[in-house]
């Protein structure tokens, strides 16, 4: 073998019109398509692949440096939201069902419900304390059938103030289940 350099026979050029146009090859970045959320806007689904018609092309388009890794394009992903439009007659039905409140009503509601709970409760602990008034005075009486009694004796049976006690003392002296007595300062009261 001569040592002859190595000739390059150069490459017949194409004709513009066999020429492959490299402006159709586009790369996208990813971007994600997000509506703004007051207002929904419907994204149609992609359409299958239609053929792209081919741009014009300036006279002398740019050379790409052609590398053996870059022989395919570079495809990137572009994510799209779809967002569904909801028929109108499913809006219209679900606005049926929302009950209107009427806020003056409510509250109307639950005061008469609160005055007749209070109502209930104020009733109970009259009977209650009635009840308690009544056994209170049967054991003032029982114990003065077997001794006088005073203020004092009361107040220790049934652990109540002095004037709680006079309380009882009058209402069964004035009843006429008790009689009363003065001795020296202090009254006396008999059954």
């Given at each position: 073998m001569p040592d002859d350099p190595i000739q390059t026979i150069p490459e017949p050029e194409?004709?513009?019109e066999e020429?492959?146009?490299?402006?159709?090859?586009?790369?996208?970045?990813?971007?994600v398509e997000t509506p703004p959320?007051?207002?929904?806007v419907e994204i149609p689904p992609p359409a299958e692949e239609q053929p792209k018609t081919p741009e014009p092309q300036p006279e002398n388009p740019p050379q790409l440096p052609q590398s053996p890794e870059s022989t395919q394009p570079e495809v990137k992903e572009v994510i799209k939201e779809i967002v569904k439009e909801v028929p109108v007659e499913i809006i219209k039905e679900v606005i049926k069902e929302v009950k209107v409140v009427d806020e003056e009503?409510?509250?109307k509601q639950v005061d008469d419900k609160l005055k007749e709970k209070l109502l209930e409760n104020k009733k109970k602990a009259d009977e209650t304390?009635?009840?308690?008034?009544?056994?209170?005075?049967?054991?003032i009486i029982d114990l003065a059938k077997k001794k006088e009694i005073n203020n004092q004796d009361v107040r220790d049976l049934?652990?109540?103030?002095?004037?709680t006690a006079t309380d009882y003392l009058t209402e069964l002296s004035k009843s006429g289940r008790l009689k009363s007595e003065k001795k020296a300062k202090a009254k006396v009261y008999k059954s």
């Open positions: 194409l004709k513009q020429q492959k146009p490299t402006e159709q090859i586009k790369t996208e970045e990813p971007t959320a007051e207002t929904p009503e409510v509250k304390r009635s009840q308690r008034r009544k056994d209170n005075l049967n054991k049934l652990q109540v103030s002095q004037s």
